[in-house]
């Protein structure tokens, strides 16, 4: 057989073997390109998403509403950075508040706030763990969700979470339920005290109470008032210092070495109300501060609003969701009709 004819099939073989490999490499050559274009789009909205919060129309309510949207249409291009900036910004925006804030108020709020918190901390949790074992819900999620709604949301959680060992599934369940009633409650806190004509005091101490997160809070009582946003951070700042002792009983129980964390933030919160109250020559510089803060609030709130993906909701399930809405809605009207028959009040 001559050379060329020897050769042929060989050619017609590998032009065989050749076509399969270059329609794969054409193929995923097109699925790197749809990825980087959805990358690109969803860099483009996170952008136009930030810098809505820089203008004057942005509200807390409209910034969680605009994190949700994009949360809902797009991929999160920055979700670990974002998760780690969110808490900085909220504990910096906690401190910038700060500094608008008189001292003489918020030690009136925070001496009362610590006693009403003390008694509702000690009813959330034994409500959720009872509805936890009555819904079946497993016990660390169970326990999350309750020292969640207990306390101050996400942050307990946290804290918690590595004390009792909950993996990485149990930390996002927990951490989903939360932020979605967050969600829920920062949208109709405000409208609701308006349709039951609460007073500035009574908002802020229902929102205190009642209200996850400290975000959340913040952002509900920012929108009610002044008034409001003093004694709503106050008095949640006030429950969220109850971390330490949870912590420490959960460590004790369970047998955990785990670094306590301990929410410094507070005492810088209460020097900046000191720095308002007592230091007037620094009124120009407070005034940028408490601005700031407001600002670092309404940023905070678009990132958290953005991380709830409709990948992260279905994780939730339906039964640690349910027993996150009904430990919030017994702990909401039961702080309510307190404030209202004027059994606890600022």
């Not at 910096?92 to 918020?106: I, K, P």
């Not at 020097?271 to 501060?289: D, E, R």
Request: include cysteine.
């Amino acid at each position: 057989m001559s050379p060329l004819l020897g050769n042929g099939p060989i050619l017609i073989w590998s032009d065989v073997r050749l076509r399969p490999r270059a329609a794969t490499t054409y193929n995923g050559r097109r699925q790197n390109n749809r990825a980087s274009l959805q990358l690109m789009n969803s860099r483009i909205l996170f952008a136009l998403g930030l810098f809505f919060c820089l203008t004057p129309w942005a509200t807390p309510p409209l910034a969680l509403l605009a994190g949700l949207a994009f949360g809902a249409i797009s991929t999160h291009p920055y979700k670990a950075e974002s998760q780690k900036l969110s808490k900085v910004l909220l504990q910096s925006a906690v401190v910038g508040l700060g500094f608008g804030m008189n001292l003489q108020e918020v030690v009136r709020a925070g001496r009362s706030g610590f006693v009403y918190t003390a008694l509702g901390i000690g009813f959330a949790l034994i409500v959720g763990t009872l509805l936890g074992k009555l819904l079946a819900v497993q016990p660390r999620p169970a326990f999350l969700i309750s020292t969640g709604t207990a306390i101050c949301g996400g942050s307990a959680i946290a804290a918690v979470g590595p004390i009792t060992g909950a993996t990485e599934d149990e930390m996002s369940v927990s951490l989903g339920t939360i932020f979605m009633l967050n969600s829920v409650a920062l949208l109709t806190f405000p409208t609701i005290g308006l349709m039951l004509k609460l007073s500035q005091n009574q908002f802020g101490l229902w929102a205190a109470l009642a209200i996850h997160d400290t975000s959340s809070v913040v952002g509900a009582s920012a929108k009610y008032g002044a008034v409001a946003l003093a004694v709503g951070t106050t008095v949640k700042l006030a429950r969220a210092l109850w971390i330490v002792p949870l912590s420490i009983g959960t460590a004790a129980v369970k047998g955990s070495k785990t670094r306590i964390q301990w929410p410094w933030f507070i005492l810088f919160f209460c020097l900046a109300a000191v720095a308002n109250t007592y230091f007037h020559p620094g009124a120009a510089a407070y005034h940028f501060l408490s601005n700031a803060g407001k600002l670092m609030l309404v940023i905070t709130l678009f990132l958290i609003g953005a991380s709830l993906s409709p990948v992260a909701l279905r994780k939730v399930g339906p039964r640690p969701l349910l027993q996150g809405i009904l430990l919030w809605v017994v702990v909401a009207l039961a702080s309510l009709l307190a404030i209202r028959a004027g059994w606890i009040g600022i």
